[in-house]
T-cell receptor, first 113, second 116 residues
């Protein structure tokens, strides 16, 4: 069965450093998403991406965040200057058509120290 | 803004028994989608079942079925013949059918334990 692949599975970074979280969505999917889950809390929407542009973003997705689909297969989330509160699981998801239902990746656990 | 509430943080069930997980939501919209996702210890979020609000018929997927009560804004998940592999966090989620809004709004989740 096709999968959404996320790398790395765990990343530790120093506060203030830039990190790039990588995702390879399912190849025929058109809609891409990033969510995060702070330990023990809700899964929160960050951003949706369609047709090479952001279609929706949350209040969390401020200027320190950016997304890119650089080569038609990868979908990346960049955090420019990490803060301690950015420590969370970050999930990528993709969808073949709107409202069909996401396929999530296994997540990247980001730890900011 | 839409909200999703899962009032029971934890439940347990005996293997082979049936368990029902509750979810309520608040919205002023008439057209939307509801989902149940499962998150096992591996942490990956797995779609369990999906329901369109305009459909009166409750969705079923093998041992999983929902009881969708639109007027009551309730969307419960029934797991029949529970298996050890069903042990996980279960998240209820809402999605507007309004164009331009693709995000899922999740509840806080509920931890299901399956006892052998």
């Amino acid at each position: 069965e096709p999968e959404v692949t996320q790398t790395p599975s765990h990343q530790v970074t120093q506060m203030g450093q830039e990190v790039i979280l990588r995702c390879v969505p399912i190849s025929n999917h058109l809609y891409f998403y990033w969510y995060r889950q702070i330990l023990g809390q809700k899964v929160e929407f960050l951003v949706s991406f369609y047709n090479n542009e952001i279609s929706e973003k949350s209040e969390i997705f401020d200027d320190q965040f950016s997304v890119e689909r650089p080569d038609g297969s990868n979908f990346t989330l960049k955090i420019r200057s990490t803060k301690l509160e950015d420590s969370a699981m970050y999930f990528c998801a993709s969808e073949t058509e709107i409202n069909y239902g996401y396929t999530f990746g296994s997540g990247t656990r980001l730890t900011v120290v | 803004a839409q909200t999703v509430t899962q009032s029971q943080p934890e439940m347990s069930v005996q293997e082979a028994e049936t368990v029902t997980l509750s979810c309520t939501y608040d919205t002023s919209e008439s057209d939307y989608y509801l989902f149940w996702y499962k998150q096992p210890p591996s942490r990956q979020m797995i779609l369990v079942i999906r329901q369109e609000a305009y459909k009166q018929q409750n969705a079923t997927e093998n041992r999983f079925s929902v009881n969708f009560q639109k007027a009551a804004k309730s969307f419960s998940l029934k797991i029949s013949d529970s298996q050890l592999g069903d042990a996980a966090m279960y998240f209820c989620a809402y999605r507007s059918a309004r164009g331009g809004s693709e995000k899922l709004v999740f509840g806080k989740g509920m931890k299901l334990t399956v006892n052998p």
